[in-house]
């Protein structure tokens, strides 16, 4: 840019330098479409005290599975180690969907997060908490239902982040459509509209 053209005032040169170098900060950036990623605080909170209460909820588990395992028969045994080995992997799995999800504003991650919730989580939880014969002992049965009121929280809360994201969502796509800020062909390959 040649600054020395006759017309250019100092104020000029200053914003146009100014303008390079912190954009947006002379002059305000009404017409810019942005997409602001909005976590569900709820959501958030039952993900991190989960994710906290984790590993003590592994640890009581396993010596609770220790003390008990002589008193069960051999189908019992092979169907509670299965259950609490799935249980830990589908939990860590569903975690960092929910994080991801939650935190970025991604619809596929909170989806796969929900998902595993209700169709694996919730049954195999509710499983441990009222089977009459795992023999839960008080701190088990304890730490089994928190995790359990842990997980009804994050259902509903996890549907109600899904929802809002996917509306909103939408709505940017739709206000996109609307500005033309993005070409067709971009639009079809980055949202799969067809």
Same mark, same amino acid.
Request: hydrophobic share 50%; glycine share 4%; aromatic share 12%.
């Given at each position: ?27 305000? %950036? ?6 602001? !990623?909005?976590?569900? &605080? =709820? *959501? @958030?909170?039952? /993900?991190?005290? $989960? ?58 991650? %909170? ?6 919730? !209700?169709?694996?989580? &919730? =049954? *195999? @939880?509710?499983? /441990?908490?009222? $089977? ?23 259902l509903i809360s996890g549907y ?35």
């Amino acid at each position: 840019m040649n600054y020395s053209k006759p017309g250019f005032t100092w104020r000029e040169t200053v914003t146009t330098m100014t303008d390079k170098f912190i954009p947006g900060l002379s002059h305000k %950036l009404e017409d810019v479409i942005g997409n602001e !990623v909005m976590a569900n &605080l =709820p *959501l @958030q909170m039952a /993900l991190y005290f $989960n994710v906290v209460l984790v590993p003590i909820w592994f640890i009581i588990l396993i010596i609770h599975m220790i003390s008990q395992y002589p008193a069960f028969n051999e189908l019992y045994k092979f169907i509670t180690f299965a259950i609490v080995i799935t249980l830990l992997s589908i939990e860590a799995l569903r975690l960092y969907l929910g994080y991801e999800g939650n935190l970025r504003d991604k619809i596929p991650e %909170l989806a796969g997060f929900w998902m595993l919730s !209700v169709l694996l989580q &919730l =049954p *195999l @939880q509710t499983f /441990l908490l009222l $089977n009459p014969y795992f023999k839960l002992h008080v701190v088990t049965r304890t730490i089994q239902f928190i995790m359990c009121v842990l997980l009804m929280i994050q259902l509903i809360s996890g549907y109600s982040a899904l929802k809002y994201t996917a509306n909103k969502q939408a709505t940017y796509v739709r206000i996109m459509n609307l500005h033309n800020h993005v070409p067709a062909s971009s639009k079809e390959s980055k949202y799969k509209i067809q």
